[in-house]
């Protein structure tokens, strides 16, 4: 069975830093196979796209609000997605979901994990 769980939120002062982690387990597929993103939520509105990492040539793309503060990368030995945030600000404040697909049409869906930024 397939599982993503994230780790790594909490509460941070605005211009603070924190680092989600992603760890998957019992994929069907070599994990450097899988494109991973990371998506974000607010109550009321929809899920946003923050950034995502491309297989094999880790080619990266992020949301314009993220753009020079966020950073996605990869670890394939510990099965592992991070998302490091720099510059936090209150609109930065949800709850950050990874996604893996892959091949055949896969997709799974970690749990969540909370972020709150504010003073």
């Known amino acids: 069975q397939v599982q993503l769980v994230e780790s790594g939120g909490g509460w941070v002062q605005p211009g603070g830093s924190l680092r989600l982690s992603c760890l998957a387990s019992?994929?069907?597929?070599?994990?450097?196979?899988?494109?991973a993103t990371w998506y974000r939520q607010v109550p009321g509105k929809e899920r946003e796209l923050v950034a995502r990492?491309?297989?094999?040539?880790?080619?990266?793309t992020y949301a314009d609000s993220v753009k020079g503060r966020f950073t996605i990368s990869r670890d394939n030995a510990k099965n592992t997605v991070y998302l490091q945030m720099n510059g936090l600000k209150p609109e930065d404040t949800a709850v950050y979901y990874c996604?893996?697909?892959?091949?055949?049409?896969?997709?799974?869906w970690g749990q969540g994990t909370q972020v709150t930024v504010s003073s």
């Open positions: 990492i491309n297989p094999y040539s880790d080619r990266t």
């Open positions: 996604k893996f697909n892959g091949l055949q049409a896969s997709e799974y």
């Open positions: 019992g994929l069907t597929f070599s994990f450097g196979s899988y494109v």
